[in-house]
């Protein structure tokens, strides 16, 4: 029978935080992920099926595509604070340490408690990020068509479609009410 081996990789908690996630195999549990939330406290142990529950929907992503990532946004601010220096200064040393290693599995070693450091301080600073400016729908109708669009009276278009999101609204709660007394009677 082949040895499961987990991977190593940055999760993406909802895009609100981001957390350093280490793939371990354990010869007892089979394959075991540890999250470190923050570098003060242990990191918190899963095996394969507890972390799937937990953190299921969360986005998984490679060290190496995370921290290029990291480092492009943060060019932008390098240089005005002492911190995104020092964060930038990390995060280009694990990139650098990440590549020449396995992509999936790579071993930070030395730098995994200043990677996840430097995590809990970018979680902090990402809102300071510019991000890509979000541009109107009149703006780019403006850019596509090169003419403006005349919008008519609006209030009478919405006032229909309030309602119908009503109905709608109803419809969905009434049919999870109905599946959840279905799943109930199933389980009786």
């Given amino acids: 029978m082949k040895k499961q081996i987990p991977s190593t990789f940055i999760l993406n908690a909802n895009d609100v935080s981001y957390f350093f996630v280490e793939g371990k195999h354990s010869s007892i549990h089979g394959p075991l992920y540890c999250v470190y939330y923050d570098s003060k406290h242990k990191p918190v142990r899963y ?3 507890n972390f799937v529950e937990v953190h299921g929907l969360n986005e998984k992503q490679s060290i190496v595509n995370f921290t290029r990532q990291a480092l492009l946004d943060l060019t932008v601010l390098h240089g005005s604070d ?3 220096s020092q964060l930038y200064d990390t ?3 694990v990139y650098n340490l990440a590549m020449k ?5 790579p071993k930070l070693g030395k730098l995994k408690n200043s990677f996840v450091d430097a995590l809990a301080t970018y979680n902090e600073l990402k809102e300071l990020i510019p ?7 009149e703006d780019d109708y403006i850019l596509v068509s090169g003419e403006k669009k005349k919008v008519k009276h609006v209030e009478k278009v919405i006032e229909p ?3 119908e999101r009503k109905v709608v609204k109803q419809i969905v709660t009434s049919y999870e ?3 959840a007394v279905q799943r109930k009677l199933k389980y009786d």
């Fill in 47 to 49: 095996n394969a099926e």
């Fill in 82 to 84: 002492s911190r995104v």
């Fill in 91 to 93: 995060f280009h040393d």
């Fill in 101 to 105: 290693q396995d992509y999936k599995k």
């Fill in 131 to 137: 991000g890509d400016p979000e541009i109107s729908y």
């Fill in 161 to 163: 479609v309030v309602s």
């Fill in 177 to 179: 009410d109905n599946k």
